[in-house]
């Protein structure tokens, strides 16, 4: 089952970054109508990735792998929790911009747009960056 949960997990994350990077590339362009119908698939698979991704992550934290103390005093888990709640918040804001634009773009909110998806895949970068030294135990500390 471990197995199992570690594969789900692996793929939900890399599932999530692909949303995003696809995301960002739809950015990079002119927004228009068709434009706004891919963002709004793409963030649909980053939500539901992103879902999967903390479900299964939990379940192995608490049911499947080490005890959970290994996580909870491990300062670089907790950072790459944090930082997956940050980047979740972030998210709030393209989501509900996608949405809106369904009816018409809003050209002032573009910038902010990209601006948040450039901030949300450099706190993706350093989740895998704490998620590389966690499984190491670098920051672990009792």
Do not use: C, Q
């Not at 599932?15 to 002119?30: I, N």
């Not at 228009?32 to 991704?53: F, I, K, P, Q």
């Amino acid at each position: 089952m471990s197995a199992l949960l570690a594969f789900l997990h692996h793929v939900a994350a890399f599932t999530l970054v692909s949303a995003l990077a696809v995301e960002f590339v739809l950015m990079r362009g002119e927004v228009d109508a068709r434009t706004v119908r891919r963002l709004g698939v793409a963030d649909a698979v980053l939500g539901a990735s992103a879902v999967v991704l903390l479900v299964v992550g939990l379940l192995r934290v608490f049911y499947f792998e080490k005890a959970s103390s290994f996580y909870w005093h491990n300062v670089s888990f907790i950072a790459k929790l944090a930082l997956f709640v940050a980047v979740a918040l972030l998210s709030i804001y393209p989501t509900v911009k996608f949405f809106a634009w369904r009816k018409g773009v809003d050209a002032a909110s573009i910038a902010t747009v990209r601006r948040i998806l450039h901030w949300e895949l450099i706190g993706v970068v350093l989740i895998l960056l704490f998620a590389a030294l966690m499984a190491r135990g670098i920051g672990y500390y009792r």
